[in-house]
């Protein structure tokens, strides 16, 4: 990019912040969330936002006939399955967002990590046994800095390259925790169907405002975290690399809910790295 420094510079100018959420979330989410995010935008943040699409991904599989499995959690990924991942990630899901945030007005370019080879990667350890799954070994933030220095949101769809141009499925969580790292954000939000991490405490179900990592852990094996939330931390918690110190857990139903993180109000629930 000719003018990498410069976008560099200016795009620190904004407040920049890193937004994960799920393909199914984000499709679920009313339309006031982008116009939070529209709003956000045009106050001058920078939003950036990493997607993913697991349950759109089943969903084509299935009709196209192809099998799919899991191996401890993550998608085996053939050549077949690797260019349906890639049909729905940085197609269908990834359009879908951009048409909502332009629907209220914001102004939104949809990129895979393909792009530009914005998310460099290589095999996982047990690629003998997962397929083209990978692992983040660099991000090009200056592509990221130089969208939102154009005045546009990056929603970045979680497919990797490396040099010899070999695509790879990568996890959405750790796409986005490599993101934000790279980008320099010590701080990422995590937008799901849930309040935050929930305790009860004097027989009341409540929200838990901040978590360590460890803590989470001990509530999973006390089944405190159980179900469909073990999944939800555990994603969160892949979030957690390199620079980044902290995700928020929140409800994207809620109403202003970035702007009232963003604010600085105590809401959902933190999970922070312990040094």
Known sequence: MPNGSTATEAGTEKQMFVMKCGGSTLAALPESFFADLRD????????????GGGPAISDNLAKLGIETEFVNGLRKTTEPVLDVVEMVLAGSINKQIVRLIQRVGGQALGVSGVDGGLIQAKPV?????????????????????GIVNMGYMPVIAPVGVDASGQRYNINADTAAGAVASHLG????????????????IGGEKKVLPSVSVQEIEDMIQTGEIYGGMIPKVRAAIACIHGEVREVIIVDGSEPQILSRVLGGETIGTRIIRMQ
């Open 125 to 145: 350890a047990n690629h003998a046994e997962i397929g083209w799954v990978g692992d983040v070994t660099s991000v090009k933030a200056e592509i990221i800095q």
């Open 185 to 200: 954000v010590s701080r990422m939000i995590v937008v799901t169907d849930v309040p935050g991490i929930m305790k009860t």
């Open 40 to 51: 956000l935008q045009s106050s001058g943040n920078g939003p950036v936002i990493v997607h």
